[in-house]
């Protein structure tokens, strides 16, 4: 299974950057990226966080496998 959520909290670990931070940040409905354990994300949404990230939107969907930053 794919873990979108993980991913984007270890990002955000990563930068010191808490999800409702990164929520506002990205202009995410407070509480959507903490959904994303059991629901899958907007394409909208996700392509928010990774330009966020500076990450390809692969990133996230890729299923165990790191891609490049």
């Known amino acids: 299974m794919i873990k979108i959520l993980e991913k984007v909290k270890k ?7 808490s999800i409702a931070a990164l929520e506002k940040e990205c202009n995410i409905g407070n509480g959507t990226i903490g959904r994303w354990e059991s629901s899958f994300p907007s ?15 692969e990133y996230f969907l890729e299923d165990e ?3 490049e930053k």
């Open 43 to 57: 394409l909208r949404n996700l392509k928010k966080v990774a330009e966020h990230f500076s990450v390809p939107i």
């Open 65 to 67: 496998k790191e891609v």
């Open 11 to 17: 990002l955000a670990d990563e930068e010191g950057i």
